[in-house]
T-cell receptor, first 114, second 113 residues
């Protein structure tokens, strides 16, 4: 089991540029979650999917953020245009059984917007 | 009031001692409770979860839940330097068919030799 795979590990971009973060969940997991972690706010849920369908996007901060899950093995989180306040670590997590037994997190993408 | 509150620490304990980490939550509809460990620069990893009032033990770890007081704790017995990390409390509520976890900002634990 390769775990939840995220890419890239680090991303440095200039303000105004488009950023795309990628995630491959654990095979067979039907729930996928995107979180953002900052020192000030901790881990915040942005959006989650069930069977590739977005269920709750109430945590997406603004229209600059969008997420897709075109199939069971791939999801993207896009920020366009990026701003310095978007700098954070973005984690993807997946789970079975509706997440009743917790989630498995990927290694994260550290995003720096300059 | 934050949904999930933890003391940020650091909590320092000597090696071999019991570390006690605490968490309170505001949503009485919360149904599941989790403890994650996060080493610096790494991703959170699940330690254990608890659903019912009382204690649940797993090796050196014991989770305690008191829904009436809206309080969750994690005890680590025989603390080791390798336990030094940030411990995240997460509270789950079913929403939209899934278990939506809300995390606290974590307590930093330092186990000293």
């Amino acid at each position: 089991d390769a775990g939840v795979i995220q890419s890239p590990r680090h991303e440095v971009t200039e303000m105004g540029q488009e950023v795309t973060l990628r995630c491959k969940p654990i095979s067979g997991h039907d729930y996928l979650f995107w979180y953002r972690q900052t020192m000030m706010r901790g881990l915040e849920l942005l959006i989650y999917f069930n069977n590739n369908v977005p269920i709750d996007d109430s945590g997406m901060p603004e229209d600059r953020f969008s997420a897709k899950m075109p199939n069971a093995s791939f999801s993207t989180l896009k920020i366009q245009p990026s701003e310095p306040r978007d700098s954070a670590v973005y984690f993807c997590a997946s789970s079975l059984d509706r997440g009743n037994y917790g989630y498995t997190f990927g290694s994260g993408t550290r995003l720096t917007v300059v | 009031q934050k949904e999930v509150e933890q003391n940020s620490g650091p909590l320092s304990v000597p090696e071999g001692a019991i570390a006690s980490l605490n968490c309170t939550y505001s949503d009485r509809g919360s149904q599941s409770f989790f403890w994650y460990r996060q080493y610096s620069g790494k991703s959170p990893e699940l330690i254990m979860f608890i659903y019912s009032n009382g204690d649940k033990e797993d090796g050196r770890f014991t989770a305690q839940l008191n829904k009436a007081s809206q309080y969750v704790s994690l005890l680590i017995r025989d603390s080791q330097p390798s336990d030094s990390a940030t411990y995240l409390c997460a509270v789950g509520r079913w929403a939209g068919g899934g278990n939506k976890l809300t995390f606290g900002t974590g307590t930093q634990l330092k186990v000293e030799l």
